[in-house]
């Protein structure tokens, strides 16, 4: 069971907004940790598309934004395309007993 | 440009030891954490350790620590992960990943993965 929760999956007609949520605690996201998020398509190396909860690296399309509160985090995708058909990670610190960095689950998006 | 080239697909027997590696270049070795993340068959990705090759600083996963060791050589630009033993569950993608300096410490730069199989 993942520290961050994530909805196993999502999906959404092109065109379409989709948001994927990460769930955390006090000990992670609720205590100020960035929140980070990937985009990981099978056979590939997992890609950086949004780091401390709301920046986009350079090359990322800004329709991929996030957001933080309190002790969750949001992935939004607007105007979905075919190629983004993939499985979305969320990542942060947790600073309980077992201090590491941390995924979520993982997020499976379907383009319908 | 900055890389992350990892060593090839790995097709071992349990009880086995084995050694992956990950090579950097294009930026200062030595000056970036590097982490090491599974993802085993249909499953998600796990964060299993990390280390400062500058001064080989490291840090486990509790679910991950007496099971792999981490190591680098900074003079080939090189991280490692390894086991002394190898089980069936071992087998999964490993994935070795930069972590960036400032304050968010994500990791903005990832390795192909390297394959590992274990079976009799």
């Known amino acids: 069971q993942s520290v961050l929760t994530q909805p196993p999956s999502v999906s959404g007609a092109p065109g379409q907004r989709v948001t994927i949520s990460c769930t955390g605690s006090?000990?992670?996201?609720?205590?100020?940790?960035?929140v980070h998020w990937y985009q990981h398509l099978p056979g590939t190396a997992p890609k950086l598309l949004i780091y401390?909860?709301?920046n986009r690296p350079s090359g990322v399309p800004d329709r991929f934004s996030g957001s933080k509160s309190g002790t969750s985090a949001s992935l939004a995708i607007t105007g979905l395309q075919a190629e983004d058909e993939a499985d979305y990670y969320c990542?942060?610190?947790?600073?309980?007993?077992?201090?590491?960095?941390?995924f979520g689950g993982g997020t499976k998006l379907t383009v319908l | 440009e900055v890389q992350l080239v990892q060593s090839g697909a790995e097709v071992k027997k349990p009880g086995e030891s084995l050694k992956i590696s990950c090579k950097g270049s294009?930026?200062?070795?030595?000056?970036?954490?590097i982490g090491w993340v599974r993802q085993m068959p249909g499953k998600g990705l796990e964060w299993m350790g990390i280390?400062?090759?500058?001064?080989?600083?490291?840090r486990y996963s509790p679910s991950f620590q007496g099971q792999v060791t981490i190591s680098a050589d900074k003079s080939i630009s090189t991280a490692y992960l390894q086991w002394s033993s190898l089980k069936a569950s071992d087998t999964a993608m490993y994935f070795c990943?930069?972590?960036?300096?400032?304050?968010?410490?994500?990791?903005?730069?990832w390795g192909q993965g390297t394959l590992v199989t274990v079976s009799s």
């Open positions: 294009g930026y200062i070795f030595s000056n970036y954490w």
């Open positions: 990542q942060s610190y947790d600073n309980s007993l077992s201090a590491s960095n941390v």
């Open positions: 401390g909860s709301n």
């Open positions: 280390i400062y090759p500058g001064d080989s600083d490291t």
């Open positions: 006090s000990s992670n996201i609720g205590a100020g940790y960035g």
């Open positions: 990943a930069r972590q960036s300096t400032d304050n968010w410490k994500h990791f903005d730069y």
